[in-house]
């Protein structure tokens, strides 16, 4: 069972558009929800992270909306470059245990 | 600093081997968590240790097994290898704690592909 359900699988984005991929959760014990990056070859990185406490953090072109009520969050990239292009992990957890999603591979298109 | 070690980074294995992956944490962290990652499936959890306990496991078969030294380095076994178990196995580490704020600093993977 997907404890955490993430879309769209692929995105295409013109460069300077937005993009935004979308997660959804059931569990309501989780207190933490982070978004990693992901180039190939290479490990997850985290991106942005935020606490159910909060409805929206953003650092520099990535924002995290959260709906508390609704269980769901999402990633928003601004002004989107060719170098955002990756693949994009929603998670979310309760203490030491981590549920991902299954990923959004995102392509710029310059 | 350096940054989360694991070796090796590629493997080729056929059916009914078995396979030791290696994680080495960042410096001072404790807690180390093993993830197999494939295509359409994203990140499964498979377990997460610390100060040589596991304190967690996913839902994987029991062919999957780890370990943690008292360096925190940590491996990761499976036994009889099937077709299926090809995939990325990542290794995270992070800092010690109880709460769940502890960012997961990942590795580069293991490549593994059963023929």
């Known amino acids: 069972q997907q404890q955490v359900k993430q879309s769209p699988q692929s995105l295409i984005v013109q460069k300077g558009g937005i993009s935004i991929i979308n997660c959804a959760y059931e569990n309501t014990a989780f207190d933490y929800f982070p978004w990693y990056q992901q180039f190939p070859g290479k490990g997850p990185a985290l991106l942005i992270a935020i606490r159910p406490d909060v409805s929206e953090k953003k650092e520099g072109r990535f924002t995290i909306s959260f709906n508390k009520s609704a269980k769901q969050f999402s990633l928003h990239i601004m002004d989107s470059q060719p170098g955002d292009s990756a693949t994009y992990f929603c998670?979310?957890?309760?203490?030491?245990?981590?549920?991902f999603g299954t990923g959004t591979s995102l392509t710029v298109i310059p | 600093k350096a940054g989360v070690t694991q070796t090796p980074r590629y493997l080729i294995k056929t059916r009914g081997q078995q396979v030791t992956l290696s994680c080495s944490p960042i410096?001072?962290?404790?807690?180390v968590s093993w993830y197999q990652q494939t295509p359409g499936q994203g990140l499964q959890f498979l377990f997460e240790?610390?100060?040589?306990?596991?304190?967690n496991k996913g839902n994987f078969p029991g062919r999957f097994s780890g370990r943690q030294f008292s360096n925190s380095r940590s491996e990761m076994n499976v036994s009889t290898l099937e077709l299926g178990d090809s995939a990325l196995y990542l290794c995270a580490s992070s800092l010690p704690g109880t709460g769940s704020y502890n960012e997961q600093f990942f590795g580069p993977g293991t490549r593994l592909t059963v023929l």
């Open positions: 998670a979310a957890s309760m203490g030491y245990q981590f549920y």
């Open positions: 240790y610390f100060s040589e306990t596991q304190r």
């Open positions: 410096s001072g962290h404790r807690s």
